[in-house]
């Protein structure tokens, strides 16, 4: 499949201004805008990492080009919402998609491998994708437990946090230019672990109809806080009252994107 993806992307370099995807150096694999002329002999698809934000920060400091980024079903996601909240121009992106294969599906328990391009302007796929995998069993055992042993549960996994802001960095749908993760009036500085609930519970709110299901925030932790079981919950729970799924359909509104300040209604990328 790499063969495949990076004759793709030569093709494409003829036609685009650039190609975002991994680029293989002697410090090891980091996103890179391939352009005309540069080896794709060092693409690399591996490891995974969310290129979403930087698709963003090229479109918004150079709204002249037309790039292309190769893209997991995750990442595709990502870019949905992003595009919902004007972060990137979908016009002006190719969407190069690598299909997952079953082991990858697997670990991510991913129930949505298949991406959906046709809402893309400009879109196309290699590989076939996988069948979804089935839920994740831990999430299940989760509901099955009371209320106070879900309190202990967290507790007892915050307290291993850092708050090295791994989760948050990694995070393809994390872009608001002022965090209130660094808002002293919410999270005091120097002080770790962050008081419970407050660090990831104010992530967790700003996830609610945002979180694609990428996995990359549990990934990166290096606590191994359990990260996912709280997202994949608040997706649940998004679906359920909202009939909303992050990232599944370009056209669809996204119900908590927009708030009352000042009296006016304004996104929540602002």
């Given at each position: 499949?790499?063969?495949?993806?990076?004759?793709?992307?030569?093709?494409?370099?003829?036609?685009?201004?650039?190609?975002?995807?991994?680029?293989?150096?002697?410090?090891?694999?980091?996103?890179?805008?391939?352009?005309?002329?540069?080896?794709?002999?060092?693409?690399?698809?591996?490891?995974?990492?969310?290129?979403?934000?930087?698709i963003?920060?090229?479109?918004?400091?150079?709204?002249?080009?037309?790039?292309g980024?190769?893209?997991?079903?995750?990442?595709?996601?990502?870019?949905?919402?992003?595009?919902?909240?004007?972060?990137?121009?979908?016009?002006?992106?190719h969407?190069?998609?690598?299909?997952?294969?079953?082991?990858?599906?697997?670990?991510?328990?991913?129930?949505?491998?298949?991406?959906?391009?046709?809402?893309?302007?400009?879109?196309?796929?290699?590989?076939?994708?996988?069948?979804?995998?089935?839920?994740?069993?831990?999430?299940?055992?989760?509901?099955n437990?009371?209320?106070?042993?879900?309190r202990?549960?967290?507790?007892?996994?915050?307290?291993?946090?850092?708050?090295?802001?791994?989760?948050?960095?990694?995070?393809?749908?994390?872009?608001?230019?002022?965090?209130?993760?660094?808002?002293?009036?919410?999270?005091?500085?120097?002080?770790?672990?962050?008081?419970?609930?407050?660090?990831?519970?104010?992530?967790?709110?700003?996830?609610s109809?945002?979180?694609?299901?990428?996995?990359?925030?549990?990934?990166?932790?290096?606590?191994?806080?359990?990260?996912?079981?709280?997202?994949?919950?608040?997706?649940?729970?998004?679906?359920?009252?909202?009939?909303?799924?992050?990232?599944?359909?370009?056209?669809?509104?996204?119900?908590?994107?927009?708030?009352?300040?000042?009296?006016?209604?304004?996104?929540?990328?602002?």
């Open positions: 499949m790499i063969e495949q993806v990076r004759a793709r992307v030569a093709d494409l370099l003829g036609q685009l201004d650039g190609v975002v995807g991994l680029q293989r150096t002697t410090a090891g694999t980091a996103p890179y805008l391939f352009r005309q002329g540069d080896d794709l002999s060092l693409l690399e698809l591996q490891p995974r990492y969310p290129l979403s934000l930087i963003s920060l090229i479109h918004k400091q150079h709204p002249e080009v037309n790039i980024v190769v893209a997991r079903a995750c990442d595709i996601r990502a870019l949905v919402e992003m595009a919902k909240r004007q972060q990137i121009d979908p016009a002006r992106l969407i190069l998609a690598v299909a997952c294969s079953p082991s990858e599906v697997e670990e991510c328990y991913c129930s949505a491998p298949m991406p959906r391009l046709d809402d893309w302007p400009k879109a196309e796929m290699i590989g076939t994708p996988a069948e979804g995998s089935a839920p994740n069993p831990i999430v299940a055992e989760y509901r437990t009371s209320m106070e042993e879900r202990e549960f967290w507790q007892q996994q915050f307290l291993k946090c850092i708050k090295c802001y791994g989760c948050r960095n990694i995070c393809p749908v994390c872009f608001c230019e002022s965090c209130a993760l660094e808002d002293p009036l919410w999270v005091e500085p120097g002080v770790l672990g962050p008081p419970f609930p407050m660090y990831h519970l104010i992530k967790a709110m700003h996830m109809g945002r979180c694609v299901d990428c996995h990359q925030c549990e990934l990166t932790c290096p606590s191994h806080i359990p990260l996912t079981i709280l997202y994949e919950l608040i997706r649940q729970d998004v679906k359920e009252l909202l009939d909303y799924v992050p990232g599944m359909d370009l056209a669809a509104e996204p119900p908590l994107a927009l708030a009352l300040k000042d009296g006016q209604l304004i996104a929540d990328s602002e």
